[in-house]
């Protein structure tokens, strides 16, 4: 079955910087279409943050434009989120998810994993 594990949480002060990495794994993936990063605070519901396909178009929330930047290294299966003057109000656990073509079972799946905790706090 398909792995996918987050990374690169952690606890900063507002300006500062994370890097997020994500990575999916398993011997039944074909290939990787959309990877995704999502996120959630307490008492708010799950929101994406930003998204990129397997040709490396991407899109971004409002609120994250200009200050992050999504990547993805194909040949490894990891994605990566650069976060840059973070604000207390990024402050949430970081999800990824994944676009999945496996050969076991046959198909598209979505995987999501468990999350890395983001806290910007002054």
């Known amino acids: 079955q398909v792995r996918v594990v987050e990374s690169g949480g952690g606890v900063v002060q507002p300006g500062n910087s994370l890097r997020l990495s994500c990575a999916a794994s398993?011997?039944?993936?074909?290939?990787?279409?959309?990877m995704g990063w999502y996120r959630q605070a307490p008492g708010k519901q799950r929101e994406l943050v930003a998204n990129?396909?397997?040709?490396?178009?991407?899109n971004f929330a409002d609120s994250v434009k200009g200050r992050f930047t999504i990547s993805r290294e194909n040949a490894k299966n990891t994605m990566y989120l650069q976060m840059n003057s973070l604000k207390p109000e990024d402050t949430a656990v970081y999800f990824c998810?994944?676009?999945?073509?496996?050969?076991?079972?046959?198909?598209?799946?979505?995987?999501w994993g468990q999350g890395t905790r983001v806290t910007v706090s002054s």
């Open positions: 990129i396909n397997s040709g490396g178009n991407t």
């Open positions: 998810h994944v676009d999945v073509n496996t050969i076991i079972p046959p198909g598209r799946h979505d995987i």
């Open positions: 398993g011997n039944t993936i074909i290939s990787i279409y959309n």
